[in-house]
């Protein structure tokens, strides 16, 4: 079934871009359920395993626009389920770091795979280069609010 959008909202950013995002999380949620994961989860799993030494919860509270209160939520989550653990930070007493688990590293492929491939049938009638585009703009837009 072809969906139509109505004038009123054909011309809306905010509404369309709410929708492809709500698209492309649905999407990408459904995929990383087989793994046990939701898609917040995986952002903060994947940014402890790409952050050597781990990261902060507020520095993950500030890359993924979200409450300290729902990170701390996430952590324990994740910590739970032994892909990540907090481990205090060399340099700050204060602050305790998440870092990535063996287990979590491979949990973080797994689902990285998983999570690629419903994006690409999402995004399957950009090419390359239009999603390159696509990228730069919401970088460009992401960044400058921030």
Same mark, same amino acid.
């Given at each position: 079934?072809?969906?139509?959008?109505?004038?009123?909202?054909?011309?809306?950013?905010?509404?369309?871009?709410?929708?492809?995002?709500?698209?492309?999380?649905?999407?990408?949620?459904?995929?990383?359920?087989?793994?046990?994961?939701?898609?917040?989860?995986y952002?903060?799993?994947? *940014?402890?395993?790409? =952050? @050597?030494? $781990?990261?902060?919860? +507020?520095?993950? &509270?500030?890359?993924?626009?979200l409450?300290?209160?729902?990170?701390?939520?996430?952590?324990?989550?994740?910590?739970?389920?032994?892909?990540?653990?907090?481990?205090?930070?060399?340099?700050?007493?204060?602050?305790? *770091?998440?870092?990535? =688990? @063996?287990? $979590?590293?491979?949990? +973080?492929?797994? &689902?990285?795979?998983?999570?690629?491939?419903?994006?690409?049938?999402?995004?399957?009638?950009?090419?390359?280069?239009?999603?390159?585009?696509?990228?730069?703009?919401?970088?460009?837009?992401?960044?400058?609010?921030g």
């Open positions: 079934m072809e969906v139509v959008v109505p004038e009123p909202l054909a011309d809306d950013l905010g509404f369309l871009m709410s929708r492809a995002s709500g698209v492309l999380v649905r999407a990408t949620n459904a995929a990383l359920a087989e793994h046990g994961l939701r898609v917040r989860q952002s903060v799993l994947a *940014l402890a395993a790409e =952050t @050597p030494g $781990g990261c902060s919860q +507020r520095e993950l &509270a500030a890359v993924l626009g409450d300290p209160s729902q990170v701390v939520l996430l952590v324990d989550e994740l910590v739970g389920a032994g892909l990540v653990e907090r481990r205090p930070s060399p340099t700050d007493r204060r602050t305790r *770091l998440v870092v990535v =688990t @063996p287990a $979590g590293r491979q949990r +973080r492929g797994a &689902a990285g795979s998983a999570a690629d491939t419903a994006l690409d049938g999402c995004l399957g009638l950009l090419g390359g280069t239009e999603r390159d585009r696509l990228r730069d703009m919401l970088t460009r837009i992401w960044t400058a609010a």
